[in-house]
């Protein structure tokens, strides 16, 4: 498992939080996602590393792009 975390600015209501969960959750490759409203951080956890695309282009799909990976 690969954890990663990403700023994502977009992130302002538990609206955002609760889209972003829930479609993020539904890539196979993808455990667990949790998204702070108040940090406007994303995590997830990865069954592989090489799915980490995925979340990037399905966060910008649905509106809300990561400005950057945190560490």
């Keep these: 498992m690969v954890e990663k975390k990403y700023s994502v600015p977009g992130i ?3 609206h955002c939080v609760q889209t972003i969960q ?3 959750s539904d890539l196979d490759e ?3 996602v949790k998204a702070d ?3 406007k951080v994303v995590t997830v956890l990865l069954s592989e590393v090489e799915a980490e ?3 990037l282009n399905l966060l ?3 509106g809300y792009p990561a400005a950057k990976e945190l560490t």
Aim: glycine content about 0%; overall charge negative; proline content about 0%.
């Design 30 to 32: 993808v455990s667990s």
């Design 53 to 55: 695309s995925q979340v």
């Design 60 to 62: 910008e799909e649905i």
């Design 22 to 24: 829930m479609e993020l």
């Design 12 to 14: 302002s209501c538990k």
């Design 37 to 39: 409203e108040t940090s």
